[in-house]
């Protein structure tokens, strides 16, 4: 299972893992200054917006240290979806985030299905997404 969480979005309010019970969650840690983490965002936007209305959650988890660039980014960036500010105590619980981006995807039962190291391309994100949207 995905080990459950709680941290504090930009606007100030807890997000809390678990409360998306019944969802797909695609679990995206990222920071402002990676690369390919920039690369990947509008495919995520595009993602949340095509498949929000299906049962798809992405919460982006920004490993930066402070809020601050964060907040212009997910502006800049139009980010359709919760960021969240990530602590080294979330990123031990999903093994260590050694480099960015990793991304989990969780199905609705709230299990891990996969995880992807390094930039992914939009079409594997999407395969997987389609595939867990059609499990009850």
């Known amino acids: 299972p995905a080990p459950d ?4 979005q930009l606007d100030g309010h807890d997000l809390r893992l678990s409360s998306y019970g019944g969802k797909v969650v695609h679990l ?4 402002t200054w990676c690369d390919p983490c920039r690369e990947e965002i ?3 936007v595009e993602l949340q917006q095509k498949y929000a209305s299906s049962g798809l ?3 982006g988890i920004s490993m930066d240290d402070s809020p601050d660039p964060v907040r212009p980014f997910a502006e800049q960036f139009h980010m359709n979806y ?3 500010m990530g602590t080294a ?3 031990a619980l999903y093994g260590g985030i050694l480099g960015l981006p ?3 995807l969780i199905d609705r039962d709230g299990r891990i299905y ?3 190291i390094g930039a992914t391309s939009a079409e594997v994100f999407e395969k997987e997404i389609k595939s867990l949207l059609q499990t009850p």
């Not at 969480?5 to 504090?8: D, E, Q």
């Not at 995206?28 to 920071?31: E, I, R, T, V």
């Open 5 to 8: 969480f709680t941290l504090p």
């Open 28 to 31: 995206d840690f990222w920071a």
């Open 42 to 44: 509008p495919h995520l």
């Open 57 to 59: 959650q992405i919460i």
């Open 82 to 84: 919760p960021v969240v």
């Open 89 to 91: 105590q979330t990123g």
């Open 102 to 104: 990793i991304t989990f």
């Open 114 to 116: 996969a995880k992807h």
